[in-house]
């Protein structure tokens, strides 16, 4: 249940924290890049060399806090996103103010820059099992789908894209980091 919630709360932040919001252009103030983003920020986009680097900084971070965190692999769902998984111990919220500060001070800004500003392809071996699970609830799809937008498109549910995504991620990757953050 612990992996279940985890990956869960992996998809709520990613899906969550990454929704544009359409204010016309109007620059704000908290449109600045944070310290120790703005070296990958300032051109306004970021390389996958600046991604993996910034990914190395966050890892580093939060190791020297104290805390385990698994080297960063690609992530199967969209053949961009660094994953990794991390031990939580000890007084969680020292544990999350620790990590949050990590997050602010080498990755939040950049990561979903570079993810975004790319096309997203799903692995083959996982598309093949969310096109089956899609398929088993007798939800019609195609053998066109690419990615996470495609196969939402085509079941009209996103929900039920996650829990087969989710339901398959474990079977078909076991010794993949257990959260996998899904944008659509």
């Known amino acids: 249940m612990r ?12 899906v969550v924290g990454c929704a544009p919001v359409d204010d016309g252009g109007q620059e704000h103030p908290g449109d600045l890049p944070l310290p120790g983003q703005e070296w990958a920020l300032e051109d306004g986009k970021v390389t996958a060399a600046e991604y993996r680097t910034a990914m190395t900084r ?5 190791r020297d ?14 053949n961009l996103t ?5 031990t939580p111990s000890g007084d969680t919220d020292v544990y999350n103010e620790a990590v949050q500060d990590c997050n602010l001070s080498h990755l939040s800004l950049i ?13 083959e071996a ?5 096109r089956g699970c899609l398929a088993g609830q007798g939800i019609p799809v195609t053998a066109e789908e690419r990615n996470l937008t495609d196969f939402a ?11 087969c995504v ?9 010794k993949l980091p257990t959260v996998v953050p899904l944008r659509f």
């Not at 992996?3 to 990613?14: E, S």
């Not at 989710?166 to 076991?174: C, E, I």
């Open 3 to 14: 992996r279940a919630t985890i990956l869960v709360a992996g998809i709520l932040a990613a």
């Open 58 to 62: 966050f890892v580093s971070c939060v």
């Open 65 to 78: 806090a104290g805390y385990s965190v698994s080297d960063p692999v690609r992530s199967p769902a969209d």
């Open 82 to 86: 660094l994953i990794y998984d991390m």
């Open 111 to 123: 990561e979903p820059t570079f993810v975004e500003a790319h096309p997203q392809v799903m692995d």
């Open 126 to 130: 996982l598309r093949v099992a969310v």
């Open 153 to 163: 498109t085509s079941a009209e549910d996103e929900t039920k894209v996650v829990d």
């Open 166 to 174: 989710t339901a398959q991620w474990g079977s078909v990757y076991p």
